[in-house]
């Protein structure tokens, strides 16, 4: 799997102010249920064998579906991954499909805490070592450093894929780790384009959100430096990472039986909602709008 197909976009409903929104669904690409990360993960796994690693480490909640597509790609690939697993904040451990998923996969998933992560990265780090691997840990050194780029990576050309497929006033997306707004503005300020790029904070505060795509984008232009005036993250709707109210709630049965369209209560449905607010808000009339449906499907299941 060297190549993913151009996901289609189409028009989803039009709000009284004569604004258009699309969404492009990324939840369509062919692999793991699909979804930003599908992409991600490839990205991961080149760098992977180009450093000559043999074993994969994570890092990810329960519902993470970064860890699902790569729990998924290393069974295709023979390669064994662990996963180093918080609880929530509120130190609970739920049960998520996408942690069935990868437990199904093979994966080795290690309880730990959000505190002290770079020594649960060190114990899994010599874990592996001692069974004869050569580790590879996604996010960098111990303290989640230094592999910025490669995620990034994965957006950069789908940004022109968005412009071959139509002119859009705004783009907006899910933001969680930022990696793929990060590479949609690399792709934009490499263009030259000028439409607003809006991430809907799931968790983060603003003005953290928007440091993490900083790194990210200026991880992969190397040298050259992101516009940061462009960079806008919109976090009045965000909540506790997997946690939802009832405006969300309602977004998702909206989507699913009017539309047909699977949106989850942690990322796309907190995100649309979000969106749909923002317009209103500011009072939008006539913008076409692109929202990118970064999947997410097991944890539709989860909503329900």
């Not at 934009?188 to 809907?200: A, N």
């Not at 309602?250 to 317009?279: E, F, N, Q, S, W």
Request: glycine share 10%; with cysteine.
């Amino acid at each position: 799997m060297n190549q993913f197909p151009t996901t289609p976009i189409h028009l989803i409903e039009t709000d009284e102010a004569g604004n258009t929104f699309h969404l492009k669904r990324e939840d369509l690409l062919p692999f793991s249920f699909g979804g930003n990360k599908a992409r991600i993960g490839l990205e991961y796994m080149k760098d992977l064998h180009a450093r000559g690693a043999t074993h994969l480490l994570a890092y990810g909640n329960a519902r993470s579906n970064l860890c699902r597509v790569l729990s998924n790609l290393c069974a295709a690939n023979g390669i064994p991954i662990t996963i180093l697993s918080p609880a929530d904040d509120d130190g609970q451990r739920r049960e998520a499909f996408n942690e069935k998923l990868c437990r199904s996969f093979g994966a080795r998933i290690l309880p730990c805490l959000k505190t002290g992560v770079a020594d649960s990265v060190d114990m899994a780090m010599d874990m592996i070592r001692k069974e004869g691997g050569v580790p590879y840990y996604i996010y960098g050194d111990r303290t989640g450093q230094g592999n910025r780029a490669t995620p990034t990576a994965a957006y950069v050309p789908v940004y022109e894929e968005i412009r071959r497929q139509g002119d859009f006033d705004v783009i907006a997306l899910a933001c969680g780790t930022g990696m793929t707004q990060a590479g949609l503005l690399c792709g934009q300020q490499l263009s030259g384009g000028s439409e607003r790029i809006i991430g809907l904070s799931i968790a983060r505060e603003a003005a953290n959100a928007k440091a993490h795509i900083a790194a990210f984008a200026n991880a992969w232009l190397d040298g050259q430096t992101i516009d940061e005036s462009r960079i806008e993250v919109q976090d009045e709707r965000r909540q506790t990472y997997g946690v939802f109210d009832e405006d969300v709630a309602d977004t998702i049965r909206h989507m699913m039986r009017t539309h047909g369209v699977p949106m989850d209560g942690t990322y796309t449905g907190k995100a649309y909602c979000a969106l749909k607010k923002l317009a209103q808000k500011e009072g939008w009339q006539g913008k076409k709008v692109l929202f990118i449906h970064t999947g997410g499907t097991p944890l539709f299941f989860d909503t329900l």
